[in-house]
């Protein structure tokens, strides 16, 4: 690599990569002799690829916060807490929405700087819900009632229904991942789980190979889904233009008793390779990156969902957004941060396939719980792989 050059690599879609590229195209105007590429891919491979490859071949890479363990086992990515002034730590975690800066926090030390911010809201299609005099949900029970209709659907992909999963567990005041043997309590699994099958009893089996993105295409595209429960959120469909029709996104609907849902936080941050020969370039590149005016502006402008909570709270950007971040601000600030232990990555998606066959098959849920228990005591060992 160059001494003036950075390679990157992020995840494919408009909420990550454009804004990265006119990140580094406005970096390289300001810094002569700088060159930063950034390459793609899927959001499959963002959640479960293996870091070290990664951190062979990129100077920077954009990862999940429960990567922490594979960077704190393998020594493939630098401890930024090191690099930075007391000042510049207090100003990320002050201004970061929710725990989006603490994630990235392990074994005390700092694995990524927060760029981005997510967690699974509802969402649903205002045209449809005024032509079919349609109510939005705000009970679990609704939503259910509103998926009998065929108006609703939801993400199923393994991963993505362990992780509503989990939102549903500690919305339910389950630990999750405390205890050596056990997962989640039994107790609140076993109805969690019979929830997550009644509701996707009630939808295609397409679902199943959705994920988010995948369920806010078909929205946007087809007039046959209004409605969507719980899936990481994406401002871009609530831009105008982006999609044939127009998303707006909200609170997830409360549990019954008027039990609030929580969510389990996504979102991403930007860390840096231990290999890369440019590390101070690399470093201020991504300070200007997670800043307080890049985030406001030219990162959140171009698609991008900023990490920082001051540009959650930016008129302009809710303005162009339809308030995504005003509607769903409170969604990440309660969010629920997954474990970052070295094994639990690979987690997510054997877990999630244990879901999706109980649910696609109305199965026992005693008999889920403890083959999730097995897997989660697996992947403690470190022998459950990713993906």
């Not at 929710?98 to 927060?114: R, T």
Request: with cysteine; proline share 5%.
């Amino acid at each position: 690599m160059k001494p003036g050059s950075l390679r990157g690599i992020t995840w494919n879609h408009s909420r990550a990569f454009p804004p990265l590229v006119a990140t580094a195209q406005r970096f390289e105007e300001t810094h002569p002799g700088v060159r930063i590429q950034w390459e793609k891919r899927s959001l499959h491979e963002f959640g479960h690829a293996d870091i070290t490859t990664l951190a062979h071949n990129f100077d920077l890479l954009v990862i999940d916060h429960p990567m922490a363990g594979d960077a704190e086992a393998t020594g493939v990515l630098i401890d930024l807490r090191s690099l930075l002034s007391s000042e510049e730590i207090e100003d990320l975690r002050d201004d970061s929405i929710g725990p989006s800066f603490s994630s990235y926090i392990y074994q005390d030390k700092l694995y990524a700087l927060p760029i981005d911010a997510a967690a699974p809201a509802a969402s649903f299609r205002p045209d449809l819900f005024e032509q079919h005099d349609l109510k939005e949900p705000e009970l679990w029970e609704e939503v259910t009632a509103l998926a009998r209709s065929g108006w609703v659907r939801m993400p199923a992909f393994s991963a993505d229904l362990f992780l509503n999963f989990m939102g549903l567990c500690v919305s339910r005041a389950s630990t999750v991942a405390e205890d050596s043997e056990r997962l989640v309590d039994h107790e609140a699994g076993a109805h969690c789980l019979d929830q997550l099958c009644e509701l996707a009893s009630l939808m295609p089996d397409e679902i199943y190979g959705m994920n988010p993105i995948a369920v806010f295409e078909q929205m946007a595209e087809e007039d046959s889904v209004a409605y969507c429960p719980f899936a990481y959120t994406y401002s871009n469909y609530s831009r105008s233009g982006f999609g044939r029709n127009h998303i707006r996104f909200s609170s997830p609907v409360a549990l019954e008793n008027s039990m609030p849902m929580r969510t389990v936080l996504g979102g991403t941050g930007i860390a840096i390779s231990a290999g890369s020969e440019n590390v101070a370039l690399a470093l201020e590149y991504s300070l200007f990156v997670a800043g307080r005016t890049c985030q406001r502006t030219l990162y959140g402008m171009c698609g991008g969902q900023p990490a920082r909570r001051s540009a959650w709270h930016d008129p302009l950007l809710n303005q162009i957004t339809d308030n995504f971040f005003c509607r769903t601000a409170a969604t990440i600030e309660t969010a629920y941060v997954r474990p970052r232990y070295r094994g639990y990555v690979g987690l997510q998606e054997s877990a999630g396939k244990a879901i999706v066959d109980y649910c696609k098959r109305r199965g026992n849920a005693k008999q889920a719980l403890e083959q999730m228990d097995a897997l989660y005591r697996a992947s403690l060992k470190g022998k459950v792989q990713n993906a």
